[in-house]
């Protein structure tokens, strides 16, 4: 049955290459090389993978090739309410879902952590599944790269570019199957980033902008807690974002070609970390490194530490000088003890956080976060000159202890008039360090509630 889906995929993708040239979709392939490319190759019919979700949902997986080196490859995920297995269900809405740093796909829209199953209300990717909406998303290149790599030449030509260019081969991917199995019609899809993945959802739609109107695949925008660029008024968090790209720039001129905003290997203390908090939470001290502004306080043990790095994240960039993207950012809330130090989780289950930081990636590719910072500086980048010309609806969500209402100077620099701004809060603006977190909009016990429902009411409403 496996190899009949890859068949069927490869088929479909073969049908729509030898269309009516004059056809709209034809035209958009035709302009896809990386598409023409897994056709040939044959990728998607040796790597169909499916894995039952419980509550009739099924999570399929592709393993494109994009490129010649070895790790030039992305995973295309699927999320979908099954008629049969093997066999999804039709549907007419679709969103396909590109992640931020450290964390790929799986861990951060179906929240797959150390729990084998995980019910339907906590996972958004599972939940609008289970609402009949088609769900699909990527892999960027990096996720894959094993923590036994040292050698990380290849990833000196990965910018936010060649991410644009592959999620544009996922979302030709999901366009071409959904067609063959009866979803979608004319329906364009709904395109989802959070964190960098927003960043990357900016660039695609300011190039997708510049093709024809039937050659365009994305006909809504939803970015997650992300800043394309500063308001003026922001001057000193626009002062940071410059700050952490000249350092990171730096780091770029001198050879280096992997890292992030917490330098090189970045994922791999986090994955110890959330490994030492599930299993030995109480042992004091921590053995992992305590950042400087922490150093004062009694031993630390690896649950506190761990807590510490979700709910005070702004101490993490404190160890490399650098300033967080915004004030008192952080991943989860927290509540503090009587010093006003992160004591315990405040709305995501500690175990949940800790079998989180487990998933992290161990690497990533740097030039995208220097281009990044580089954008929010204030500097010229090829990403961002025709946002005038993106006019589709938008709907932004922010976590208010996150980047939460920062973002929501971007929205004016495209073209849209059908904006729809969702911070999710639950206090006021001066009190944002204990408000809800960047990640909190995935694992917090009521994000079901407020931000999912919402999201799903916006999709359906267009």
């Keep these: 049955m496996r190899r009949t889906m890859g068949l069927w995929v490869t ?43 419980g509550g009739g949902l099924a999570h399929y997986t592709w393993k494109v090739r994009v490129g010649p080196d070895r790790y030039d490859a992305i995973t295309v995920h699927r999320v979908v309410r099954e008629s049969s297995p093997w066999v999804p269900a039709r549907t007419r809405r679709a969103v396909f879902m590109v992640h931020g740093d450290l964390w790929g796909f799986v861990p951060a829209f179906l929240t797959r952590t150390s729990v084998t199953m995980m019910p339907e209300d906590r ?33 000196a030509d990965w910018t936010l570019g060649t991410h644009v260019k592959d999620v544009g081969t996922g979302l030709a991917l ?61 001057k000193q968090q626009r002062e940071w974002a410059c700050q952490r790209y000249l350092l990171l720039q730096m780091d ?48 630390l043990t690896n649950r506190r530490l761990a807590i510490i790095a979700a709910g005070k994240t702004e101490t993490l960039f404190e160890a490399f000088n650098l300033k967080a993207l915004t004030p008192d950012y952080h991943l989860t809330a927290t509540i503090p003890d009587a010093a006003g130090v992160p004591d315990k989780t405040a709305f995501t289950p500690e175990p949940l956080l800790f079998g989180y930081f487990q998933q992290a990636a161990p690497y990533q590719s740097l030039n995208e976060v220097v281009e990044t910072e580089k954008q929010l500086c204030g500097l010229d980048v090829p990403y961002d000159d025709h946002l005038k010309d993106v006019k589709v609806p938008v709907l932004y969500v922010g976590a208010a202890g996150g980047v939460g209402s920062y973002g929501e100077y971007s929205l004016r620099l495209l073209g849209s008039t059908d904006v729809t701004r969702l911070i999710v809060r639950n206090r006021p603006e001066g009190q944002r360090a204990l408000d809800v977190g960047h990640a909190d909009l995935f694992l917090a016990r009521d994000a079901r509630v407020r931000v999912w429902q919402p999201m799903l009411q916006w999709l359906e409403a267009h």
């Design 11 to 53: 088929l479909a993708l073969l049908l729509a290459l030898r269309a009516n040239p004059g056809d709209a979709h034809e035209a958009a392939l035709q302009v896809d090389p990386w598409v023409r490319s897994l056709v040939s190759a044959g990728v998607a019919a040796s790597s169909t993978k499916r894995e039952a979700l």
């Design 123 to 155: 996972s958004l990717a599972a939940f609008l599944a289970s609402e009949d909406v088609d769900v699909w998303g990527l892999d960027l290149r990096w996720v894959a790269v094993p923590e036994a790599e040292t050698d990380f030449a290849f990833m």
């Design 174 to 234: 999901a366009d071409v199957v959904r067609r063959a199995s009866g979803s979608g019609g004319n329906e364009r899809m709904f395109l989802l980033g959070w964190s960098r993945g927003a960043t990357i959802g900016y660039a695609y739609l300011d190039a997708e902008s510049q093709r024809p109107r039937g050659q365009r695949r994305v006909d809504g925008f939803v970015p997650m807690d992300m800043v394309l660029r500063f308001a003026p008024e922001a």
């Design 252 to 299: 770029r001129d001198a050879g280096r070609t992997e890292g992030g905003l917490l330098g090189p290997g970045a994922g791999l203390p986090l994955r110890l970390l959330g490994m030492l908090a599930a299993q030995h939470p109480e042992q004091a001290p921590s053995p992992l490194l305590v950042p400087p502004s922490l150093a004062t306080l009694p031993a």
